[in-house]
Every structure is written in C-alpha cells, then in structure tokens.
C-alpha cells in the first residue's frame, strides 16, 4: 500500500521559516507529480504547490516568491521550503502523489503548520 509521511511542521513566527518533508513508499516515486495541499480551520482543502515528473513546477499566487516545491527521485521525497511565513499560512499541509495515467490520488496523514507571535 502506498504511504506518504510528512514532516517538519510545527510553530513559527510570522517572517520565519519551516522545511517540509514527504518521504513516499511502494510506489514509483519518479512516475508521479507530487503536491503539497493546505487546510486551515473552516476552509477548504487548497492546492499549494505542485512538481511534474519532469520537474516543471507551479505555485498558489499567494506563495509565490516565498514557497519553493522541490523533488528528491532518489530518496522518493518532495519538499516544501516555507520562507516569509504569514499567520494566513497556518494550516494543515498534506502531501499528495497525484498518478497522472489514472487520476488516482494518495495522501499523507498531513503535518500541522502555525504562524503566529
């Protein structure tokens, strides 16, 4: 069965920064384009950022600038660099591997993020 784990939540203050980690297992990591979604308290899950198979990478307009997504096929891992944080980040962070051939989607257990002073 198909695992997603992330890591690396936790509190920060406004204009600080959190490295998170989705570490992938039983699947052909280097096949899928991998996401990271966001939910905050009473909102509906967003798409935050998104890498292809072939790197090729897009962001949420409000991250743009701050947020880098980025990929590792040969530790099955995909990363979300989060600078600049603001208190409108704060939100659970989910990672997704999206397999573009079939429209299957898998989720990882989500890692909880909060900005705040």
């Known amino acids: 069965q198909v695992q997603l784990v992330e890591s690396g939540g936790g509190l920060v203050q406004p204009g600080g920064s959190l490295r998170l980690s989705c570490a992938a297992s039983r699947i052909m990591f280097r096949l899928y384009a991998m996401n990271w979604y966001r939910q905050a308290p009473g909102k509906q899950r967003e798409l935050v950022a998104t890498?292809?198979?072939?790197?090729?990478?897009n962001y949420q307009d409000s991250v743009k600038g701050r947020f880098t997504i980025s990929r590792d096929n040969a530790k099955n891992s995909v990363y979300l660099q989060m600078n600049s944080l603001k208190p409108e980040d704060t939100a659970v962070y989910y990672c997704?591997?999206?397999?573009?051939?079939?429209?299957?989607?898998?989720w990882g257990q989500g890692t909880q993020v909060t900005v705040s002073s």
């Open positions: 997704n591997a999206h397999e573009t051939w079939t429209l299957r989607d898998y």
């Open positions: 890498i292809t198979s072939g790197d090729s990478t």
